[in-house]
């Protein structure tokens, strides 16, 4: 039996201005992205460190271009704090998400990461005992229990050089959380990291909530990993892409969302240098790959 796909295509604006390497497309003004964006299809973005972090300014901002808010990352460091500190911390993001329009919150662990600095990915942190998965993901689940409650589900981002980065950390996290907690599965990451992206999708499918498309170039992963590149040099040198231009099976992964009938957004979430790879050119050529995709027997909203 086939279910129903219901998605809407979006973006993260990281394919023009990069937020954690700012020489990457820094002097790219936001509206030039967001003009674009609109221009290719996009039906929305998510936020960048150019957005105004206010809910008025930024419908202003998103409107006359006909986007929506798709979500925002959040820093959460629960890996170091209660749930009760992270409550405290995160009002004013969480009122901006669910004012703006958002449903889900991008949720980034990065208490201990590495991923902003210039260490081996092999240095990342890790959880080495049942105790600590367990206590982590309780306070998970408190957090996203609140996250919730107020009009917003937490959509946990496994990512390299972070404490959930493999597909047995990703197994670990949904076995220690509750159904409060969402799954954002990232295609790129996910492969960097070693997983077989059909596989770890097709098994954890029921809790992800939000989807982040980015392809990989085999080559350069292999090399960051040979090398012992940190995670930005990985990026510099062109470890991502967007779908279409790279080894990921989209379709394959298309047809798995499509069968569990997946409601939400597919963002392309690409980090590259578009001094390189030009934003409009490959933020054009995610939307074609993933709206094919999508439309070969399939709903778009």
Known sequence: MKGDLEVRIGINPISWSNDDLPSLGGETPLEVALAEGAAIGYQGFE????????????????????????SGWYSGQLARRLAAEE???????????????ASVMVYGEVADSIQGSDAPLYKRPRF????????????VTAFARYTQDHGVRLA???????????PADVDRLMDNTGEEVG???????????????VAVLEKHVARVCHVHCKDVRPDVVKLARNRGWSFLESVINGAFTVPGDGAID???????????????????????D??????????D?????????????????
């Not at 009938?261 to 980090?271: D, I, K, T």
């Not at 001094?275 to 933020?283: D, K, N």
């Open 250 to 272: 989209f379709a394959a992964l298309i047809e798995i969302l499509r069968r569990h009938s997946y409601r939400g957004w597919l963002v392309v979430e690409a980090e590259q």
């Open 274 to 283: 578009p001094a390189v790879a030009p934003a409009r050119e490959y933020a």
């Open 87 to 101: 409550i405290a911390v995160v009002g004013p993001h969480l009122t901006l998400l669910a004012e703006g329009g």
């Open 47 to 70: 936020l960048g460190n150019k957005f105004p972090r206010d809910a008025d300014a930024l419908r202003k901002v998103l409107e006359p271009h006909g986007l929506a808010l798709v």
């Open 183 to 197: 799954l954002l599965f990232d295609t790129g990451h996910m492969t960097f990291a070693g997983g077989d992206v």
């Open 285 to 301: 050529m995610g939307y074609r790959c993933l709206s094919r995709l999508v439309r070969d027997g399939r709903t778009m909203n």
């Open 156 to 166: 946990y981002h496994h990512h390299m050089g972070a404490y959930v980065e493999t």
């Open 128 to 139: 080495t005992h049942a105790a600590q998965w367990r206590e982590y993901g309780e306070r």
